[in-house]
């Protein structure tokens, strides 16, 4: 009996320390709501996080903005070494893969489908083409160029009683007319299935084969990659934060979720650390109650 009587503030002790910071812990989220009681509110309702979520919600979202989430950090992250390859890549191993396939993914497009659009993607082009001509009155000039070269060489030959200005004109101009409407008619026909098969060639290959026709190496290409992202990311990265404005937008995500998911989300991130505290109380309790004893 003595024993359990020198044991008994010891564990009344821990008892009363764990439930203590049990109900402190607890008093974080609880009450969710304040409490009336002839009208005035009870103290510490609602509970501690419930009450001061938006200062809470402000606060959170001015750190990650202002220390962890600036704009020197992003490009230092952006810009490293690593991630640039990382991006050149990307972008060597899409140029690598056969245009057709590429475009056919991107445009969502199956084999005949694309092949149609193609056939009518040339169609299109040769009747841009053949109205080009026709408004750059390149018949004229080829039939100019002909009668001048005609008059040239029949200059001070027996031809040229027979080849004048007028006789020329007279050959030429019919047959303008009918190249006129040749080119009218038979014009698109004749450029589209052309067209078609150069494009057959162009998107048969690579990427990488298409640009090394234009004279651009895979060396310059990726070089040119890493430049163009660098850029990118130094002209638009902190404008981007601050269209963002992250500070407002985490702000406004915790005031918009539900108290008990918040609770969830620290009760996920901190559930060692609560814990802690709720067994610390009753080490705390604990102690102070042999040091009671030894003090009797």
């Not at 190496?217 to 902190?238: P, S």
């Not at 080490?283 to 042999?290: D, F, Q």
Request: proline fraction near 3%; glycine fraction near 8%.
């Amino acid at each position: 009996m003595e024993l359990l009587r020198t044991l008994a503030g010891p564990i009344i002790g821990a008892v009363i320390g764990y439930l203590t910071n049990f109900i402190a812990v607890k008093m974080l989220f609880y009450p969710r709501k304040e409490i009336r009681l002839f009208g005035l509110r009870l103290p510490l309702t609602p509970g501690a996080i419930p009450r001061g979520r938006t200062r809470l919600a402000a606060a959170i979202g001015a750190v990650v903005e202002n220390n962890l989430l600036t704009r020197e950090d992003m490009e230092t992250r952006l810009l490293s070494e690593e991630t640039e390859q990382k991006i050149a890549d990307t972008v060597m191993e899409k140029l690598s893969g056969v245009v057709r396939e590429s475009i056919c993914t991107a445009a969502r497009l199956d084999g005949a489908s694309y092949e149609e659009k193609k056939g009518s993607v040339c169609r299109e082009a040769g009747r841009r083409i053949v109205d080009a001509i026709q408004a750059s009155q390149a018949t004229e000039t080829v039939m100019n160029e002909i009668s001048a070269s005609l008059l040239e060489k029949a200059q001070g030959t027996a031809w040229k009683l027979l080849i004048s200005p007028k006789t020329v004109a007279a050959v030429t101009t019919p047959a303008k007319e009918r190249l006129d409407r040749f080119v009218a008619e038979r014009g698109a026909d004749l450029i589209a299935p052309f067209l078609e098969r150069e494009l057959t060639a162009a998107d048969s290959g690579t990427g990488l084969e298409l640009l090394g026709r234009f004279g651009v190496d895979e060396a310059k290409l990726r070089a040119a990659v890493v430049r163009t992202y660098r850029g990118f990311v130094t002209d638009y990265v902190g404008d981007l934060l601050t269209r963002l404005h992250v500070a407002k937008l985490v702000e406004d995500k915790i005031n918009a979720m539900p108290l008990e998911e918040l609770e969830r989300l620290v009760q996920k991130v901190m559930h060692r650390e609560l814990n802690a505290i709720v067994n610390l109380g009753a080490l705390i309790g604990l102690v102070l109650g042999l040091v009671n004893v030894f003090l009797k």
